[in-house]
């Protein structure tokens, strides 16, 4: 009885021990929020842009220009002499006013100073400021990826929201090198 207990335990303790085993995943991710947020963005922009290009085939007294950071813009006061443009640095002091892409204001005239590349501004206006001159002005139309994207301000600018932009660069004090 003994000679069986004493194979029955050993039994037991080498074939209960045995190394673990890899688990299959329960799921398996194909990727497929990806492919729809790609897909829902692409149709964002498209109709952005859309909008956009109706906006400025209905403004044909304006020269609009289509800067290579993906926005457009044209000058009310132009600057024709030679004068620096901003750089990285640099302090600006600056006007400016936001609306929607239907023209209602959403912030008016903002004064504000900024050094730039240094501090928060949104990518649009961060990039539009260096296309200007002191004592220029010019009306930028940003999508909503170079405004404040899906985020929106946390204010009265929601997501995904294009925005029109008058800006007025007034000053700019160069950096010390």
Not at 107 to 134: C, H
Request: net charge neutral.
């Amino acid at each position: 009885m003994k000679r069986l207990l004493v194979i029955f335990s050993l039994s037991i303790l080498c074939f209960s021990c045995k190394s673990p085993e890899a688990r299959m995943p329960e799921s398996v991710q194909s990727g497929s929020f990806l492919k729809e947020s790609a897909e829902r963005n692409k149709k964002l922009n498209e109709l952005e842009q859309t909008h956009i290009k109706d906006i400025i085939k209905s403004n044909p007294d304006k020269t609009y220009i289509a800067s290579e950071s993906g926005f457009w813009y044209y000058y009310n006061t132009k600057i024709e002499t030679a004068s620096a443009k901003p750089q990285f640095g640099d302090v600006v002091d600056f006007d400016y006013n936001i609306s929607n892409i239907e023209g209602q204001e959403i912030y008016a005239k903002i004064n504000r100073s900024y050094v730039m590349d240094k501090e928060e501004l949104f990518t649009g206006l961060r990039e539009g400021l260096k296309l200007l001159k002191p004592n220029e002005t010019a009306t930028f139309i940003f999508p909503s990826q170079k405004a404040y994207g899906y985020y929106g301000d946390d204010n009265k600018i929601g997501t995904n929201i294009p925005l029109i932009c008058e800006v007025t660069l007034n000053t700019i004090i160069k950096k010390n090198d």
